[in-house]
């Protein structure tokens, strides 16, 4: 990162700088260095994000209204890269980026008020029910259905390949609500578990 920033951006990068300084502990740098993908066990992402959600500071691109830290796009890129330098571990993207987001735009007061402080916090731990047998992540091929029953939805079908299943506590998946929708219609939907 070039050192040419304003003097405010300078000092919120020594910000940075002095909150991993005082927070990440050299188990979870260490953690992060062997990392081998994006997504880390949760044994070790989850400490982090508890840490940072203390600090407001797990959900940099979320609104100050449901738990962000209001920082325009120069702070987020220097939070990211002082984390990616410090090494800090990676937060699972399934609750903080892929379903709160949604649930910030379409879900009722009652969802956002339940939801989105479990996710902030880590206490909701998230997978991702995409692919099924025999049709992977084609939304074309979505066989798994879900039918209202009330205020609710049962769902008949299977899901495979659930990033971070083994560790979840819910799951977000594609459905298809439309029981006679021709494959290429739009008949897919989001569940959430």
């Given at each position: 990162m070039t050192n040419d920033l304003d003097p405010?951006?300078?000092?919120?990068?020594?910000?940075?700088?002095?909150?991993?300084?005082?927070?990440?502990?050299?188990d979870?740098?260490?953690?992060?260095?062997?990392?081998?993908?994006?997504?880390?066990?949760?044994?070790?992402?989850?400490?982090?994000?508890?840490i940072l959600a203390a600090q407001g500071l797990a959900a940099p691109d979320w609104p100050v209204e449901y738990g962000g830290p209001g920082w325009n796009?120069?702070?987020?890129?220097?939070?990211?890269?002082?984390?990616?330098?410090?090494?800090?571990?990676?937060?699972?993207?399934?609750?903080?980026?892929?379903?709160?987001?949604?649930?910030?735009?379409?879900?009722?007061?009652a969802q956002k008020a339940h939801y989105l402080p479990r996710i902030l916090s880590g206490e909701d731990y998230w997978c991702q029910g995409f692919s099924e047998p025999g049709a992977g992540s084609d939304l074309a091929s979505l066989r798994l259905r879900a039918e209202r029953d009330g205020d609710d939805y049962?769902?008949?079908?299977?899901k495979i390949w659930t990033t971070h299943a083994h560790f979840a506590n819910r799951m977000f998946c594609l459905v298809r609500t439309l029981p006679r929708a021709s494959r290429r219609r739009g008949s897919a939907s989001c569940c959430l578990i």
């Open positions: 405010a951006l300078s000092a919120f990068r020594n910000e940075v700088r002095a909150f991993l300084a005082n927070h990440l502990t050299e979870l740098r260490r953690a992060a260095r062997r990392a081998t993908s994006v997504f880390i066990e949760p044994a070790v992402s989850l400490p982090w994000q508890r796009d120069m702070q987020k890129y220097i939070f990211a890269a002082e984390c990616a330098a410090a090494p800090a571990p990676n937060l699972a993207p399934m609750g903080l980026k892929m379903v709160a987001p949604v649930i910030m735009h379409y879900g009722s007061d049962v769902l008949n079908g299977s």
